[in-house]
Nanobody, 125 residues
Framework: QVQLVQSGGGPVQAGGSLRLSCAASGLTFSTYVMGWFRQAPGREREFVAAVSSSGGRLVYADSVKGQFTISRDNAKNTVYLQINSLKPEDTAVYYC??????????????????WGQGTQVTVSS
């Protein structure tokens, strides 16, 4: 049974930083593309970032480039999302996701098979 268990998140002031973690079990982690999405109230789930199975290729949404950093540790079966210079508009529920895509990094949430439980990030001004 595949499980993605998220940690991190919470309330933070604008300008602060957070690191989200997502620990995977029940799958061969090193063969999966890992991604992060977020969903703000009343909005669709949007792609944030993805990392290839080896960690050698990173993809970001244009809106978060330079602010968000995705990374993974295959020895710990964990993917991370470092978020710096947080802004109120970053407030959302953040989700990690996993799937096997070969060389693709789909930005449509519907294409991803496994999901974490979500973690709330609330940025106050």
């Amino acid at each position: 049974q595949v499980q993605l268990v998220q940690s991190g998140g919470g309330p933070v002031q604008a300008g602060g930083s957070l690191r989200l973690s997502c620990a995977a079990s029940g799958l061969t982690f090193s063969t999966y593309v890992m991604g992060w999405f977020r969903q703000a109230p009343g909005r669709e789930r949007e792609f944030v970032a993805a990392v290839s199975s080896s960690g050698g290729r990173l993809v970001y949404a244009d809106s978060v480039k330079g602010q968000f950093t995705i990374s993974r540790d295959n020895a710990k079966n964990t993917v991370y999302l470092q978020i710096n210079s947080l802004k109120p508009e970053d407030t959302a529920v953040y989700y990690c996701a996993a799937d096997r895509f070969g060389g693709r990094f789909p930005q449509n949430a519907i294409e991803w098979h496994y999901w974490g439980q979500g973690t709330q990030v609330t940025v106050s001004s």
